[in-house]
């Protein structure tokens, strides 16, 4: 099971808005047959083995195991990750273009570019696992507390001027390569982001919520 999966199929991620599959997903992060998940969320068996079905046909859930009971066979499924989260992908004609916001200073081109980190990461991530290769990522998350907007703007300023020298620092672009050939390194996207923190943050649900 994976920690979280990244859903870019339409129909896919259609399913998952639904009410009841969204608490099927939620219950089967520990395996469970359609009679145990009638009773947990006190529907009929019918009902439950029908969103069951739509879920497996989009790769959201898979057979653990079969038992035999009598004469009934009893199908033990689990949800194929912990959590989901739906790529822009999914909403491929109407996803945002962060070639379109070239602001660094716009809400919107910030929106497009963690759109394009989950997709990108989504697919990596994907990628990784069926190569059975690890995935080498980094990220830092914090809060700070500015006095005044010209603390904040100078705090953008330099940490800009900061990265850009660790870029140039770092970043092989060619130079010092035979010529007409490239880099043996593999390129990284690097995206920094700073924006106001909610006041009021939502709780983050457990899996028993």
Same mark, same amino acid.
């Given at each position: 099971m994976q920690a979280i999966e990244v859903i870019e199929d339409p *129909? $896919? *991620?259609e399913a998952t808005l639904d009410p009841i599959r969204t608490r099927i997903l939620r219950e089967l992060t520990e395996p469970g047959s359609a009679t145990q998940l009638a009773a947990r969320l006190g529907l009929p068996r019918q009902k439950v083995n029908y969103h069951l079905r739509t879920l497996e046909q989009h790769?959201? #859930? &898979?057979l653990v195991e079969e038992r035999r009971r009598g004469n009934v066979t009893e199908r033990i499924l689990r949800a194929t990750a912990s959590s989901y989260l739906i790529s822009p992908a999914a909403l491929a004609s109407v996803a945002p273009d962060p070639r379109l916001f070239s602001n660094r200073f716009s809400a919107f081109w910030l929106l497009a570019l963690a759109g394009r980190m989950v997709q990108e990461v989504g697919r990596l991530i994907a990628g990784a696992a069926a190569a059975r290769q690890e995935l080498a990522t980094f990220a830092i998350d914090g809060e700070i507390t500015f006095h005044s907007a010209a603390d904040? $703007? *100078?705090f953008a300023g330099e940490l800009g &001027? *900061? #990265?850009t020298r660790l870029v140039a620092k770092y970043h092989d672009g060619?130079?010092?390569h035979p010529a007409g050939s490239r880099p043996a390194g593999r390129n990284h996207r690097l995206v920094v982001a700073l924006h106001p923190a909610l006041k009021n943050p939502s709780p983050t649900p457990t899996a028993k919520d």
């Open positions: *129909a $896919a *991620a790769g959201l #859930v &898979e904040r $703007a *100078a &001027e *900061a #990265v060619g130079t010092g």
